[in-house]
């Protein structure tokens, strides 16, 4: 699977951006899909991520937990990424995945990353 995500930008604090990842590949429909993110000089982390499943499982970092919403629309092989009032710590470059897990998972439960697309929030 080849991911590209889009919809980052320079935004004031307060504000809401939608992050965009379009998947290529047959097996997006049954992918669990997740969003990371790798602020400056910090580690990558975790921010959401949503299963395949019908249930639609999705679990979120305490962090974005009330802001963010991922989803996914399986017919457009899309995953998304809601932000809404974003803090300067939101500033990092957003990446998608394909992840074996959706609960938590690290870095090692990535299968494919995606280009990332940057997010800087300003005060």
């Known amino acids: 699977v080849q991911l590209q995500a889009s919809g980052g930008g320079l935004v004031q604090a307060g504000a809401s951006l939608r992050l965009s990842c379009a998947a290529s590949g047959r097996t997006f429909s049954t992918t669990n899909m997740a969003w990371f993110r790798q602020a400056p000089g910090k580690e990558r982390e975790f921010v959401a991520a949503?299963?395949?499943?019908?249930?639609?499982?999705?679990r979120y970092a305490d962090s974005v937990k009330g802001r963010f919403t991922i989803s996914r629309d399986n017919a457009k092989n899309t995953v998304y990424l809601q932000m809404n009032n974003l803090k300067r710590e939101d500033t990092a470059l957003y990446s998608c995945?394909?992840?074996?897990?959706?609960?938590?998972?690290?870095?090692?439960?990535?299968?494919?990353w995606g280009q990332g697309t940057l997010v800087t929030v300003s005060s």
């Open positions: 995945t394909t992840v074996r897990t959706v609960y938590y998972p690290t870095a090692r439960d990535v299968g494919s």
């Open positions: 949503i299963a395949w499943t019908v249930s639609r499982t999705i």
